[in-house]
Nanobody
Framework: QVQLVESGGGLVQPGGSLRLSCAASGITFSIYVMGWYRQAPGKQRELVASITTGGSTNYVDSVKGRFTISRDNARNTVYLQMNSLNAEDTAVYYC?????????WGQGTQVTVSS
């Protein structure tokens, strides 16, 4: 049974930071491309950042220089460090694991940026 469990979301003031974690089980974590997506109210889900098995990363333009994705294969966990948060970053953040045509989603964690 595959599980992706996100944690670390919450309420933060503009300019603040959060670190999201996604712990995976039931998959051979090291062979999966891992990604963080987000979905704001009334908007489509978008890819925020991804990291390949070799550690190559990719970011949507709006978070470049502010967010950092990383993975720890020994802990089967992917992280998203989010700095300089602003209101436009408010969304539910989802973890995704992709291998070929197989993919899995976490349940999501809410991130709210507000003063």
């Amino acid at each position: 049974q595959v599980q992706l469990v996100e944690s670390g979301g919450g309420l933060v003031q503009p300019g603040g930071s959060l670190r999201l974690s996604c712990a995976a089980s039931g998959i051979t974590f090291s062979i999966y491309v891992m990604g963080w997506y987000r979905q704001a109210p009334g908007k489509q889900r978008e890819l925020v950042a991804s990291i390949t098995t070799g550690g190559s990363t990719n970011y949507v333009d709006s978070v470049k220089g502010r967010f950092t994705i990383s993975r720890d294969n020994a802990r089967n966990t992917v992280y998203l460090q989010m700095n300089s948060l602003n209101a436009e970053d408010t969304a539910v953040y989802y973890c995704n694991a992709l291998y070929g045509v197989s993919y899995y989603w976490g349940q999501g964690t809410q991130v709210t940026v507000s003063s």
